[in-house]
């Protein structure tokens, strides 16, 4: 990826310059077939087609999905229903903007903040984590790919994709 998570300014088009640079260079030195991915900087809707793609090297734009970072009137008021109502949403957009730009989520994952949890009875957390990535890997099914984040942690749990899958916990339907 160009760049990871760059913060972009609305009012100039000095990340758009770059991405168009930094593609021509990679594109004078890198082998045809390489895929080259931006970072939409949370902006999907501005940043989708930001890089004209040149024959033999394909781009994908990046799109980092932090649900948990919402601003704190939803982690406390949204009922989880509307959440998944929020995520349809999101994946249609995605999905809309996948049509002319290829995108990956390149980062995601199964955390719901222990605001939102907290309304809900312990012995209840392990099935809604469990649903929240159900519908997560659903809404991200159409697109060019994920990545979870992140793959291994000091610890076992939802911060780790690998024991998340050892344990059953995030499951792939047979395609």
Same mark, same amino acid.
């Given at each position: 990826?160009?760049?990871?998570? $760059? *913060?972009?300014?609305?009012?100039?088009?000095? #990340?758009?310059?770059? !991405? @168009?640079?930094?593609?021509?260079?990679?594109?004078?030195?890198?082998?045809?077939?390489?895929?080259?991915?931006?970072?939409?900087?949370?902006?999907?809707?501005?940043?989708?087609?930001?890089?004209?793609?040149?024959?033999?090297?394909?781009?994908?734009?990046?799109?980092?999905?932090?649900?948990?970072?919402? $601003? *704190?009137?939803?982690?406390?008021?949204?009922? #989880?229903?509307?959440? !998944? @109502?929020?995520?349809?949403?999101?994946?249609?957009?995605m999905e809309r903007i996948s049509r002319a730009q290829?995108?990956?989520?390149?980062?995601?994952?199964g955390i719901i903040s222990g605001e939102m949890l907290?309304?809900?009875?312990?012995?209840?957390?392990?099935?809604?984590?469990?649903?929240?990535?159900?519908?997560?890997?659903?809404?991200?099914?159409?697109?060019?790919?994920?990545?979870?984040?992140?793959?291994?942690?000091?610890?076992?749990?939802?911060?780790?994709?690998?024991?998340?899958?050892?344990?059953?916990?995030?499951?792939?339907?047979?395609?």
């Amino acid at each position: 990826e160009l760049l990871n998570e $760059p *913060k972009i300014k609305l009012t100039n088009g000095t #990340l758009r310059s770059f !991405y @168009r640079q930094a593609y021509q260079e990679i594109c004078k030195v890198g082998r045809p077939g390489l895929r080259v991915v931006f970072s939409d900087a949370s902006t999907p809707r501005l940043m989708s087609g930001a890089i004209r793609e040149r024959a033999g090297f394909p781009v994908v734009m990046d799109h980092h999905w932090y649900h948990f970072f919402m $601003p *704190k009137f939803f982690q406390r008021k949204l009922p #989880l229903a509307m959440y !998944y @109502r929020f995520l349809r949403l999101k994946r249609r957009t995605m999905e809309r903007i996948s049509r002319a730009q290829p995108v990956i989520i390149g980062e995601w994952n199964g955390i719901i903040s222990g605001e939102m949890l907290s309304r809900y009875p312990q012995p209840e957390h392990a099935a809604i984590v469990d649903r929240h990535i159900a519908e997560q890997l659903a809404a991200w099914s159409e697109l060019q790919g994920w990545f979870y984040w992140s793959y291994k942690h000091e610890a076992p749990g939802v911060f780790d994709f690998r024991s998340m899958v050892e344990a059953g916990r995030i499951r792939f339907s047979e395609q």
